[in-house]
């Protein structure tokens, strides 16, 4: 700045000779006129630079926004994808860790007990379209696409992905079995850790990518069953990645213009699918959340501002950068309530309710509390006759119902479809515990108003674990409830079941009030 006043000195000098001669008001005037100058310099370089500083805080605001959005939106579609393959996985094993399939499939292969009792519950129950019975030699037993069942003969050897995933299960299941009287059995592990005895991946299946999980076929933990030396007898089940299931992840993640296809399998992919060796099937992409465009508006009108008024620029700049951080940090805040809530349903979702289940089970004995496992009856009738979009209706407005019934006596959460969990902290006497589980059966089967003036109904079934002693997991405290849960649809759905307390007490059933049913469905059974 000053070499530029001092640049050709010798050209200054005569003009202050010649101000001297005009007198001190001309000095004076030069003097000023200098500064001018310097203030103009300054004025320049001061808006330069706070021009210069806020597009590139804006530009790291907008991008750090972005990506965090982008993270958080990857984080929480990693947390579905793994409840979905949990979720098949639990399905599988209600079949496949059952004495009635080793004798019917491993011993010997009763083709229409395996038609009936085995394939048909995969298809109409659980939407698996694809399954496979796969022998200890490698090759299919029995395969089922939907309804359709088929009985190979020769058995072919299994090839492809499916290979792929049968050898893996087998390893699974031989690194999980022990030796028992008679012959070997699988460790036993909670549902909670279902995912540690099933295989579970990205295959192609008759053309189409498709998700997958495999799984032994093994005795129940508490029989006499048990199985012969060498490799087991393996159980495929697959879904492949169509419009439904795409519809379905889209519904419960709440994202906007979510597709799969192999075309999207690029660098550019939010989420690649890649098989079991590594080669890519193509890929999930969704439209992203950008808050750094939003950013971007905020601080274009700030850059012509600050370059118009001067005089404003300081309190502008550190105002409006308070507010970009202010929303940034809101947007992080947003973005962290979105990853702990269920988009579809309102409630806490698997991650938020898991952590409060561990912080509950940390505080046993002090502070006693229950854990409410609930499976909706009759929920795939509602999807296959109105509709996914009748599906959520059901599902948000049970969610409500749950919400009403359970109040602040505790957290209702969603792990995903149509399973819902309550954490009841307020009290966990079983009185009230009964009460309240027909509160929710009362409440859940109600009429459900749909649009264009349908309604449907459907029913839920409940298992209850106390949680009152020192030392109880929560992974043990969510298997009793599960167990339950399955006592409870074993019984003829629509009722409640105390999970076990003791060394083997009987558990209770409550059936909820209903003036429809007979006085025999009211009545709390004994097992």
Same mark, same amino acid.
């Given at each position: 700045?000053?070499?530029? %006043?001092?640049?050709?000195?010798?050209?200054?000098?005569?003009?202050?000779?010649?101000?001297?001669?005009?007198?001190?008001?001309?000095?004076?005037?030069?003097?000023?006129?200098?500064?001018?100058?310097?203030?103009?310099?300054?004025?320049?370089?001061?808006?330069?630079?706070?021009? +210069?500083?806020?597009?590139?805080?804006?530009?790291?605001?907008?991008?750090?926004?972005?990506?965090?959005?982008?993270?958080?939106?990857?984080?929480?579609?990693?947390?579905?994808?793994?409840?979905?393959?949990?979720?098949?996985?639990?399905?599988?094993?209600?079949?496949?860790?059952?004495?009635?399939?080793?004798?019917?499939?491993?011993?010997?292969?009763?083709?229409?007990?395996?038609? &009936?009792?085995?394939?048909?519950?995969?298809?109409?129950?659980?939407?698996?379209?694809?399954?496979?019975?796969?022998?200890?030699?490698?090759?299919?037993?029995?395969?089922?696409?939907?309804?359709?069942?088929?009985?190979?003969?020769?058995?072919?050897?299994?090839?492809?992905?499916?290979?792929?995933?049968?050898?893996?299960?087998?390893?699974?299941?031989?690194?999980?079995?022990?030796?028992?009287?008679?012959?070997?059995?699988?460790?036993?592990?909670?549902?909670?850790?279902?995912?540690?005895?099933?295989?579970?991946?990205?295959?192609?299946? &008759?053309?189409?990518?498709?998700?997958?999980?495999?799984?032994?076929?093994?005795?129940?933990?508490?029989?006499?069953?048990?199985?012969?030396?060498?490799?087991?007898?393996?159980?495929?089940?697959?879904?492949?990645?169509?419009?439904?299931?795409?519809?379905?992840?889209?519904?419960?993640?709440?994202?906007?213009?979510?597709?799969?296809?192999?075309?999207?399998?690029?660098?550019?992919?939010?989420?690649?699918?890649?098989?079991?060796?590594?080669?890519?099937?193509? +890929?999930?992409?969704?439209?992203?959340?950008? =808050?750094?465009?939003?950013?971007?508006? %905020?601080?274009?009108?700030?850059?012509?501002?600050?370059?118009?008024?001067?005089?404003?620029?300081?309190?502008?700049?550190?105002?409006?950068?308070? +507010?970009?951080?202010?929303?940034?940090?809101?947007?992080?805040?947003?973005?962290?309530?979105?990853?702990? *809530?269920?988009?579809?349903?309102?409630?806490?979702?698997?991650?938020?309710?898991?952590?409060?289940?561990?912080?509950?089970?940390?505080?046993?004995?002090?502070?006693?509390?229950?854990?409410? $496992?609930?499976?909706?009856?009759?929920?795939?009738?509602?999807?296959?006759?109105?509709?996914?979009?009748?599906?959520?209706?059901?599902?948000?407005?049970?969610?409500?119902?749950?919400?009403?019934?359970?109040?602040?006596?505790?957290?209702?959460?969603? /792990?995903?479809? &149509?399973?819902?969990?309550?954490?009841?902290?307020?009290?966990? &006497?079983?009185?009230?515990?009964?009460?309240?589980?027909?509160?929710?059966?009362?409440?859940?089967?109600?009429?459900?108003?749909?649009?264009?003036?349908?309604?449907?109904?459907?029913?839920?079934?409940? +298992? *209850?674990?106390?949680?009152?002693?020192?030392?109880?997991?929560?992974?043990? *405290?969510?298997?009793?409830?599960?167990?339950?849960?399955?006592?409870?649809?074993?019984?003829?759905?629509?009722?409640?079941?105390?999970?076990?307390?003791? =060394?083997?007490? $009987?558990?209770?059933? /409550?059936?909820?009030?209903?003036?429809?049913?007979? =006085?025999?469905?009211?009545?709390?059974?004994?097992?």
């Amino acid at each position: 700045m000053f070499l530029g %006043l001092r640049h050709g000195g010798p050209e200054v000098r005569p003009r202050e000779v010649g101000a001297a001669r005009r007198g001190p008001m001309a000095i004076r005037r030069v003097r000023l006129f200098d500064l001018s100058g310097l203030v103009a310099l300054a004025t320049t370089v001061l808006i330069v630079l706070a021009t +210069g500083a806020l597009v590139h805080v804006g530009r790291i605001a907008s991008a750090e926004a972005d990506a965090q959005a982008v993270a958080s939106e990857r984080a929480l579609f990693e947390n579905v994808l793994s409840g979905r393959f949990r979720l098949m996985a639990r399905d599988q094993l209600s079949l496949a860790r059952w004495d009635r399939s080793v004798a019917n499939v491993v011993r010997k292969l009763d083709r229409r007990w395996l038609r &009936d009792e085995f394939f048909d519950p995969l298809w109409s129950d659980f939407s698996f379209a694809v399954n496979v019975v796969v022998g200890a030699d490698g090759t299919v037993l029995a395969s089922a696409r939907g309804e359709s069942v088929a009985f190979p003969s020769p058995r072919p050897p299994l090839d492809g992905d499916l290979a792929l995933l049968r050898a893996r299960a087998v390893e699974r299941f031989m690194s999980h079995r022990i030796a028992v009287d008679g012959g070997f059995r699988q460790t036993h592990l909670p549902s909670a850790r279902v995912a540690e005895l099933a295989t579970s991946g990205f295959v192609v299946v &008759d053309g189409t990518p498709a998700l997958a999980s495999a799984m032994a076929i093994v005795p129940e933990d508490d029989g006499d069953t048990t199985l012969a030396d060498g490799p087991p007898v393996i159980l495929i089940s697959a879904r492949p990645i169509d419009a439904e299931v795409v519809a379905e992840l889209g519904a419960e993640l709440g994202f906007t213009d979510l597709g799969f296809g192999p075309e999207r399998a690029s660098a550019a992919t939010l989420r690649p699918v890649l098989a079991l060796d590594g080669r890519p099937l193509g +890929g999930f992409a969704w439209r992203a959340d950008t =808050p750094g465009d939003r950013i971007w508006a %905020l601080i274009v009108p700030l850059i012509a501002a600050a370059a118009v008024i001067l005089s404003g620029v300081g309190g502008l700049l550190v105002r409006h950068i308070g +507010g970009l951080s202010r929303r940034l940090e809101a947007s992080e805040a947003h973005n962290r309530r979105i990853a702990r *809530i269920d988009a579809l349903s309102g409630l806490a979702n698997r991650l938020e309710i898991e952590e409060r289940l561990a912080e509950a089970a940390a505080r046993l004995p002090a502070a006693p509390f229950a854990w409410i $496992a609930c499976d909706l009856d009759r929920f795939k009738a509602v999807n296959d006759t109105w509709g996914h979009a009748a599906g959520d209706t059901v599902i948000r407005e049970v969610a409500a119902r749950l919400r009403a019934a359970v109040g602040p006596a505790g957290l209702v959460g969603r /792990i995903g479809g &149509d399973e819902f969990v309550v954490l009841v902290t307020a009290w966990h &006497d079983r009185p009230r515990l009964a009460i309240l589980a027909g509160e929710i059966v009362a409440r859940v089967r109600a009429p459900i108003a749909l649009d264009g003036g349908a309604t449907t109904d459907v029913g839920v079934s409940l +298992g *209850i674990a106390l949680a009152d002693g020192p030392g109880l997991s929560p992974d043990a *405290i969510a298997d009793a409830a599960d167990a339950a849960l399955y006592r409870a649809k074993a019984r003829g759905r629509g009722c409640a079941v105390f999970a076990h307390e003791g =060394p083997d007490p $009987a558990p209770v059933t /409550i059936d909820a009030p209903d003036a429809d049913l007979a =006085p025999t469905e009211r009545a709390t059974h004994v097992a």
